[in-house]
């Protein structure tokens, strides 16, 4: 693919992102601590995306999580400088998911209030000495599982991030459901089976959730994971907005 061409391919699934409807995406986020934006990757988008992570230049660490109980199957952290398409994506999401992230701290009376800008967040993670990126790619072949987990990292977080699934449910691999839990006060957890096809993009909470009772809002904490992975290799691209310390 010539220059020209990558650079067209960029600006296709940037606007694609940004064409999404974000009021929808606000209310589902709101109402149940994630939302789906469909198709936000197209084929060769996904092929070109799964292609990096092969490129070990491009990355900053590789682990293998059954080395820290944290699953089976392995991931790696991008380095700085982010490879075309996760900066675009990154870039892209931040200033549509800010506002939805203020609105959740002015509803649980928090007084912290993201900047409007991409720029401007990562000054103030760098500041406090997060510096190093977190966008990462997920690898799971046969067997392989995620437990369930939260992505901090640091002292300062943004609320949500995303995920988009590079494989095909059924062709590629079976099994490896992205699974979300939502855990209340007094109450039991609750788990949701978030369907993503190939080239979608789940956008949830990383940590807590505002949910509204008669009495006003209250938090909800939130866990994501992967299911075990029956058969075939299922491959994600990670979207955190954060760095880590």
């Not at 700085?80 to 996760?86: D, F, G, I, K, M």
Request: proline share 6%; glycine share 8%.
């Amino acid at each position: 693919m010539s220059g020209a061409a990558k650079k067209s391919a960029l600006q296709n699934a940037a606007q694609r992102v940004a064409d999404a409807d974000w009021r929808s995406i606000g209310q589902a986020l709101s109402e149940h601590g994630y939302a789906v934006v469909p198709r936000a990757l197209d084929d060769a988008e996904c092929a070109a995306a799964r292609d990096l992570y092969a490129r070990t230049d491009l990355f900053r660490s590789r682990i293998v999580m059954a080395r820290r109980g944290f699953g089976q199957g392995e991931y790696q952290y991008f380095a700085y400088p982010l490879p075309a398409l996760v900066q675009a994506l990154r870039e892209t999401l931040y200033p549509r998911l800010a506002p939805i992230a203020n609105a959740w701290a002015s509803v649980l009376g928090g007084d912290k209030r993201n900047p409007s800008s991409l720029p401007s967040f990562l000054k103030q993670c760098h500041a406090a000495g997060q510096t190093r990126p977190t966008p990462l790619m997920l690898k799971y072949g046969a067997g392989d599982y995620n437990r369930l987990h939260q992505d901090l990292y640091g002292g300062i977080q943004f609320p949500l991030q995303a995920t988009v699934l590079l494989s095909t449910p059924g062709k590629d691999f079976d099994g490896g459901a992205f699974v979300l839990t939502e855990t209340a006060p007094r109450r039991q957890t609750r788990v949701e089976v978030v369907p993503l096809r190939l080239g979608d993009m789940g956008i949830f909470a990383v940590n807590q959730r505002p949910a509204r009772s008669a009495k006003g809002y209250y938090r909800v904490a939130m866990r994501h994971g992967v299911s075990t992975v029956r058969n075939g290799s299922r491959l994600t691209l990670g979207v955190i907005f954060h760095d880590a310390e």
